[in-house]
């Protein structure tokens, strides 16, 4: 029995850190790119441990290069994304969560189906709007439409709120608190997880995106993070070491966030995906 | 994806109270709608009203600038019989689908079942194989090309330490494609967190039953496992289904739909139609055919999910 459970250690262990391996060289290459001079990126063989390690890649590539412009676009767009997300979201989910009226069971599976939409059905015509509106190479048509909400998130926060007993925000009531004092008050302090991980997910879908600002900015001073890359990587003489380190500092927010939220984060797909 | 099954009414009001209740309705009504709304503004001006806008314009020669002509159902007769393209980049588009989404699902669930077994660790390789799914969009792309390139990048710098001479990967028509499927594998840790909630989601006497049937790995695997996990098989299937035929970023950030038009997916022919060439109604017709055939396919998984998926809280 010990000797079979050893063996089958071995086995589950030994793929499990292949796989690791697997998972994370890509990484490592990517790191180890960032920290080469310029004539060792293309020497061969490769060396995995640049010599001398240069650090400065990541000041030139930030200060030399459009790239520290290119990260103030994308927090500025990603900032309000996140905000209006969060206002809109919890509202809306609010509503279908509590309050009855007769179309909301009708309303709430329009929602759901508009998930599987394809975004290419609305997006001439969202695009003719927006430029209609004078949108074109302004940040407008990149957030404000987070301010109407998003069918995932409001799926996922009315999950939560389905969740909370009532009990709290009927006393509230009695207590002669408004609608929204008792969501303010009552059911946001509850509802922090969830919030943490709506935040996260938008933040990693908004930093990423790419088909949005591809179409309403043309201008590289007020292209995003996602596009300055895209853009970089297309000039005739691709410095790749560069190009990592913006790659680098492009993911590293992902991944703090991912490891500060882990927690909240798993759980909360979890719940989706049991629920979904 | 099945509706939620929580109930959504909650208490009766009380009959005694019947003539407030009728105001109090009313009044609960309208705050649903006062709240609700940003989404339903949202929804008649970003999705509903352009969806409508679309069809328009896909009955439409127009190329934004000059003023639109009806054309009828021209745009979607082309696209049928006389545009090599358009068959080529769904034949693209299927193929990567038809690789990409069972071989995500197959590797993420062993990777799962593998966890699964950990004692020690889980949490450490659970964050290691998520880390990838973290990380999206065009930085993971560009390190994918440095991966790819064929002189010196990761891939045929590893094969070379075998004595194996890699191929061209993306610069290589026959490669393109097979390359796009590995890197879309480097991913499934995206999928592998979700069978971990439904794996602890199957309940420990199960198998303590099956084990007193006598049943060993296999069977268990086979009898309990798949059987408790088609939920989730089926939510991550229609999930992997609707993202893989929406691939354009890949197309347009690595490849330009080369070599050879070997990686020309739908999406990204149809923004090449849209925004290079202007042909906006020939490009919202080549949409429409890609909403259709997610839609019959979304109903062909649901259908289907009748006879296969297992739902344990549910009635017969």
């Known amino acids: 029995m010990n000797r079979t459970n050893w063996i089958k250690n071995l086995i589950v262990y030994g793929l499990l850190i292949l796989g690791s391996l697997v998972m994370l060289i890509p990484f490592a290459w990517m790191i180890s790119t960032s920290l080469k001079e310029s004539y060792q990126v293309f020497a061969t063989p490769v060396k995995w441990i640049p010599s001398p390690i240069k650090w400065h890649n990541y000041v030139e590539t930030f200060t030399g290069l459009p790239f520290g412009r290119w990260l103030r676009n994308t927090l500025l767009v990603t900032v309000l994304n996140i905000f209006g997300t969060l206002v809109s979201c919890t509202v809306v989910a609010y509503g279908f969560a509590r309050f009855r009226a007769k179309a909301r069971n009708f309303l709430f599976i329009v929602m759901l189906s508009t998930m599987m939409l394809p975004g290419t059905v609305t997006m001439i015509p969202v695009f003719y709007l927006f430029k209609e509106l004078g949108w074109v190479n302004t940040f407008y048509p990149l957030f404000v439409p987070a301010f109407f909400g998003n069918a995932f998130f409001i799926f996922l926060l009315r999950q939560f709120f389905m969740g909370i007993p009532t009990e709290m925000e009927e006393a509230a009531k009695i207590d002669g608190s408004s609608t929204v004092g008792i969501l303010w008050r009552v059911i946001l302090p509850l509802t922090i997880p969830a919030l943490i991980t709506v935040a996260i997910l938008q933040f990693n879908g908004v930093w990423n995106d790419f088909m949005g600002p591809l179409l309403y900015l043309n201008k590289p001073e007020l292209y995003t993070l996602a596009l300055g890359i895209n853009f970089f990587k297309s000039e005739n003489n691709v410095q790749w070491n560069y190009l990592m380190a913006a790659s680098v500092v492009t993911m590293l927010p992902s991944l703090i966030f991912y490891f500060i939220g882990q927690k909240y984060f798993v759980e909360s797909i979890t719940l989706t995906g049991q629920k979904g | ?316």
């Open chain 2, 1 to 316: 994806m099945s509706m939620p099954s929580t109930s959504v009414d909650r208490a009766e009001p009380s009959k005694s109270i019947r003539k407030k209740w009728f105001n109090a309705s009313r009044k609960e009504a309208l705050w649903f709608y006062v709240l609700i709304s940003p989404w339903l503004i949202g929804f008649l001006c970003f999705v509903f009203g352009p969806m409508i806008a679309s069809f328009v314009i896909s009955l439409m020669k127009w190329d934004l600038l000059t003023p639109a002509k009806y054309v009828g159902f021209k745009n979607y007769s082309k696209a049928i019989h006389r545009d090599p393209l358009f068959w080529q980049s769904l034949k693209v588009t299927v193929t990567y689908s038809i690789f990409s989404v069972p071989l995500g699902l197959i590797f993420s669930l062993a990777l799962a079942l593998l966890l699964n077994q950990a004692t020690r660790g889980m949490r450490l390789f659970r964050t290691i194989f998520y880390m990838p799914a973290v990380v999206s969009g065009v930085s993971v792309m560009v390190l994918w090309m440095w991966i790819f390139n064929p002189q010196i990048g990761l891939l045929n710098t590893v094969l070379g330490y075998f004595g194996i001479n890699g191929p061209g990967w993306i610069f290589d028509p026959k490669w393109a494609m097979p390359s796009l499927i590995i890197m879309s594998l480097w991913g499934i840790g995206g999928g592998m967190i979700i069978w971990l909630a439904g794996l602890k989601g199957i309940s420990p006497m199960l198998y303590e039953a099956a084990n007193l049937d006598g049943a060993n790995a296999w069977q268990r695997f086979r009898n309990v496992t798949v059987p408790m996990l088609t939920p989730t098989i089926f939510f991550n299937l229609v999930m992997g289904i609707v993202g893989a035929l929406q691939t354009f970023g890949e197309a347009y950030v690595m490849t330009k739909g080369g070599p050879m038009n070997s990686t020309l997916f739908f999406n990204y022919y149809l923004f090449q139609n849209a925004f290079e060439n202007f042909n906006m109604g020939y490009a919202s017709a080549l949409a429409w055919f890609l909403f259709v055939i997610i839609l019959a396919l979304t109903l062909v998984v649901v259908k289907s999910s009748n006879a296969w998926v297992y739902y344990e809280g549910e009635r017969k």
